[in-house]
């Protein structure tokens, strides 16, 4: 499966963190769609954009999935979700649930990080949970991602 990540100068260093992990557990293929140096003020949306476009277009093909990275990781959610076929949550700290029913419930294909609110630990648990759990094809959930679509479509 192909991971996408990304990061404004707030996240890079959680960023460079996990791409590590990830490329160490050897069963992802990682691209890093930046920023591939750290700049402080670095904006981040078009960091953000190039990782929704890629699992935009793997959506109709091979999906993929993306993490990213900000400050709050909200403004890189909004930038994400955005895009067509892209379904972005954020986690900035706290019960790891919302990941879990994201992936579940809202097949959530990226995770949004919160890098100030969030240690390496804590980015590295939420990142497995993301990556392991899967969409539950509920038929009601499944409806309500058509209905998604369709209002993102409009």
Do not use: W
């Amino acid at each position: 499966m192909t991971i996408y990540l990304a990061t404004d100068h707030a996240g890079f260093e959680l960023k460079e963190a996990i791409k590590t992990y990830l490329e160490e557990k050897a069963e992802y293929e990682v691209y890093d769609c930046g920023a591939l140096t750290l700049e402080e003020g670095d904006d981040y949306p078009h960091y953000m954009a190039r990782a929704a476009e890629k699992v935009q277009y793997d959506a109709q093909h091979d999906p993929s999935l993306a993490i990213i990275f900000g400050g709050s990781g909200v403004g890189e959610a909004i930038v994400a979700n955005r895009f067509a076929h892209v379904r972005a949550v954020v986690y900035a700290g706290g019960p790891l649930d919302v990941i879990k029913v994201s992936r579940e419930h809202n097949d959530t294909n990226v995770l949004s990080i919160g890098a100030r609110f969030v240690t390496e630990n804590e980015a590295k648990q939420a990142v497995d949970l993301f990556l392991t759990t899967s969409f539950s094809h509920a038929e009601r959930h499944v409806d309500r991602i058509i209905q998604i679509e369709e209002v993102s479509s409009q």
